[in-house]
Each structure stands twice: as structure tokens, then as C-alpha cells.
């Protein structure tokens, strides 16, 4: 059984920081790029950042460059994101996800065959 199980979220202060994990069962990571994506309350599901399974490479929303480093380890079926530097507007359900296609994640993101649950990062004082 596939699934993506995300955690790390919880309730922090603007400046603080976050690490979110999420563990993969069900299939091998190595050949998957993988992301993280957040949706906030009344706006649609955005890409936070990629990382492509080929070369490594990562994508980062502008908002979030020198802030979020996201990063793997194949051998633990693990996808983390590191967030620094934390601001209110980081308030969102965050899911984690995996596909194939580095296209997908990019820019098709209705075309991923795999997602998290989502977990809750809330930054307030």
C-alpha cells in the first residue's frame, strides 16, 4: 500500500523554524522527484518547492527562496523540508508529494499519482 505520511507541523512564531518530514511506504523514492506544496485557506494549492530525482536539481517559490531547503534521503524513504525565517503568510497545510514525471511536480501538479495527508504549520504569535 502506497501512502505518504507527513509531520513536523504545529504551531510556531513568526522567525522560528520547522522541519517537515515525510516518510514513503509502498514504493521506492530514488526514482521519484518529489515536493512540497501548501495550501492556504481560501487559495488554491501552490508548489513550494521540488527536487528532481534524476540530478537533483530544485525548484523554489520566490517567496520562500533562502528561506526553505527541501532535501531526501533515499535510503529512509524520506522527503524533508527545512523552513526558516518562518512568516505568518507560511500558514497553510503543507503535503508532501511524489511522481515519476519531474513535470508533473513542476507544472501539472492534477497529473500526481502521489500525496501526503497534509499537516498544519500555523506561524503566529
Known amino acids: 500500500q502506497v501512502q505518504l505520511v507527513e509531520s513536523g507541523g504545529g504551531l510556531v512564531q513568526p522567525g522560528g523554524s520547522v522541519r517537515l518530514s515525510c516518510l514513503v511506504s509502498g514504493f521506492t523514492l530514488d526514482v521519484y522527484s518529489v515536493g512540497w506544496f501548501r495550501q492556504a485557506p481560501g487559495k488554491e494549492r501552490e508548489a513550494v518547492s521540488v527536487m528532481s530525482s534524476s540530478d537533483g536539481s530544485t525548484y523554489y517559490k520566490d517567496s520562500v527562496k533562502g528561506r526553505f531547503t527541501i532535501s531526501r534521503d533515499n535510503a529512509k524513504n524520506t522527503i524533508y523540508l527545512q523552513m526558516n525565517s518562518l512568516k505568518p503568510e507560511d500558514t497553510a497545510v503543507y503535503y508532501c508529494?511524489?511522481?515519476?514525471?519531474?513535470?508533473?511536480?513542476?507544472?501539472?501538479?492534477?497529473?500526481?499519482?502521489?500525496w501526503g495527508q497534509g499537516t498544519q504549520v500555523t506561524v503566529s504569535s
Open positions: 508529494a511524489a511522481d515519476i514525471e519531474l513535470s508533473s511536480l513542476l507544472s501539472y501538479p492534477s497529473l500526481i499519482v502521489h
